[in-house]
Nanobody, 120 residues
């Protein structure tokens, strides 16, 4: 199973970016999907998560500016980032809890990370 993320880049403060991440490989289903980030010199932090039923959760720092969504048919998760600020600069990682083909538990998978840089 692999997670492939894309969509990072350089944007001016106030701008927007959309991150995408798709799971591929052999698996039964996907439970929670999420985006994390690791700002320079800081610990990794949860940005947003979404359950298979569509329930979302956001870090306080991004509420009202970021929107997480998913397309279960495409095994994909997205992060629409609006009103970006310089402090949003980070490497962003997608994460998914995935059910293997025959097990009742999930395994945790991570994408390769995509750089988001917001200039002031």
């Amino acid at each position: 199973v692999q997670l492939q993320a894309s969509g990072g880049g350089l944007v001016q403060a106030g701008g927007s970016l959309r991150l995408s991440c798709a799971a591929s490989g052999k698996f039964r289903d996907i439970d929670r999907m999420a985006w994390f980030r690791r700002p320079p010199g800081k610990q990794r932090e949860l940005v947003a998560s979404i359950t298979s039923g569509g329930r979302t959760n956001y870090a306080d720092s991004v509420k009202g500016r970021f929107t997480i969504s998913r397309d279960n048919a495409k095994n994909a998760v997205y992060l629409q980032m609006d009103s970006l600020k310089p402090e949003d600069t980070s490497v962003y990682y997608c994460n998914a809890a995935i059910f293997p083909t025959r097990a009742g538990f999930t395994n945790d998978y991570w994408g390769q990370g995509t750089q988001v840089t917001v200039s002031s």
